[in-house]
């Protein structure tokens, strides 16, 4: 994957999120690597009518609920993805905070796509298996969106 990259000096703001895509269905929140691959599932799923808002979370301590949540209120559906595992992980975590702030605004529970809980495998195709990737995510969203 490439981006842009500047050749001046610049620097990425603390505990600002940033909104990488628009999107009026569904809110899918990541960090790092990860957004790659949400802004992957976010063109397939618009292909199909569904249109994603992608939020880099940039940073997760401080995190910037306030922007995730303006999100979440308006789409009323939330994909959490974290390429880690699922059992205590940022994600797990995040999905939390947005359960907690935006309960009553939330049609459905706060979806999470995660690395397999399986040990990380050293063959190239299974490890892209195991981590977070594009099918998961759009699987995500059609099941937090009911377009199953």
Known sequence: MTADVPEDSYSIPIGQAKVIRQGDDCTIVSFGRAVHFCTEAAET??????????????????????????????????????????????????????????????????????SDDVPAPYAWNLEQEMLPNARKICEAVRSVTYNV
């Open 45 to 114: 799923l618009a292909s199909d009518g569904i249109q994603c808002e992608v939020i880099d979370g940039r940073s997760i301590k401080p995190l910037d609920i306030e922007t995730i949540a303006s999100s979440v209120r308006r789409t009323n559906c939330c994909v959490v993805v974290d390429q880690s595992w699922p059992f205590a992980s940022i994600g797990s975590e995040v999905a939390a905070e947005i359960h907690r702030v935006c309960f009553d605004d939330l049609d459905n529970h706060v979806h999470r796509v995660h």
